[in-house]
């Protein structure tokens, strides 16, 4: 594995405007991701963890900024890149997966249209060549029937070759980086699995950095190197992923811990420990140790 840092994100800030004033959402977040590693970013919803991965290429909508920090992505800054420049980069050299497949596809298009497109547009292929380009990439991603796939149209596909071809379409131009956002939670356990897998078997292939973005901390180990865990806005623990399963730090990683349910223990002793209380509002955050309303340590 290069030692260097593909992305290395540095005391990051995003803030968003609202009509009773900025909100800091994410607030001095650190960490690198080198080639062929995968890290996973884990928390509770709202804890920032979509608006990190968004901030890195700029998708923060209109209301949201970055106030301080730094992306940089191969050793160049990302922070005041045009918005052309970050055009070229997304769908490029850095992909996206996300949570819902039917967002990321455009439902008045074939599937081998949505596919040529990104390889015409980033790559400059004719069109014959990217239609071929395109059924070798589904294939790729094992797609039964690929031929035929090629020919539908979004919703005459389930859920799980929705997925596909989004995964296929996020490597079709060969990214350094792929984020991933909830990729796997609206499907079924079993696809979720197999989705997971080819994942990883992927990454394996083509040393591809990636970030994972999930609540779920036991999907996230499927797949991930290492876990950065997100609170309110903050990270409060960042370790590879045996040590945060084995020897987690933090009491909000402890308490994530205890959620995972048993599945060793006797029937009838199987018991889940919620975190009391809620995540704060970003707007009222509590003074010192953000998690110190909730800890029970």
């Known amino acids: ?9 540095k005391n990051l800030a995003v803030t968003y405007k609202t009509r009773k004033g900025e909100v800091d959402a994410v607030r001095d977040v650190t960490f690198d991701i080198r080639r062929g590693e995968n890290l ?6 709202g804890c920032g963890k979509s608006t990190v991965a968004y901030a890195m290429v700029n998708f923060l909508g209109q209301n949201g900024f970055i106030k301080r920090g730094e992306v940089q992505f191969k050793g160049e800054t990302l922070r005041g890149r045009s918005e052309s420049d970050l055009r070229k980069l997304r769908g490029g050299d850095i992909s996206m997966v996300y949570q819902e497949p039917m967002s990321a596809l455009n439902p008045s298009m074939r599937i081998r249209d949505q596919l040529a497109e990104s390889l015409i547009t980033h790559r400059g292929f004719a069109q014959k060549d990217a239609y071929a380009e395109s059924l070798e990439a589904l294939k790729k991603v094992y797609m039964p029937d690929a031929e035929g796939v090629m020919t539908r149209y979004p ?5 799980g070759q929705q997925q596909r071809v989004v995964i296929a ?3 079709l131009n060969n990214p350094s980086l792929l984020i991933m956002d ?4 609206a499907l079924d356990v079993t696809v979720e699995a197999a989705v997971l897998d080819l994942i990883a078997e992927l990454q394996r292939k083509y040393n591809t950095a990636a970030l994972y973005i999930s609540h779920n901390l036991g ?3 499927r797949v991930s190197d290492k876990f950065a865990v997100m609170y309110a806005g903050e990270i409060v623990e960042l370790a590879a992923s045996r040590d945060i399963f084995h020897n987690p730090m933090h009491p909000y990683t402890m308490g994530l811990m205890r959620c995972l349910p048993d599945v060793d223990a006797p029937k009838g ?3 889940l420990y919620p975190i009391p209380g809620r995540v704060p509002s ?3 955050l509590p003074q010192g140790c953000i998690f110190a309303p909730r800890c029970e340590q």
């Open 1 to 9: 594995m290069d030692e260097s840092p593909i992305l290395s994100v």
């Open 40 to 45: 996973g970013l884990v928390g509770e919803s």
């Open 155 to 159: 919703h005459q596909l389930s859920g």
């Open 169 to 171: 379409m996020a490597m």
């Open 182 to 185: 909830e990729p796997t939670t």
């Open 219 to 221: 999907v996230v180990a």
């Open 269 to 271: 002793t199987r018991t």
């Open 282 to 284: 970003h707007a009222n």
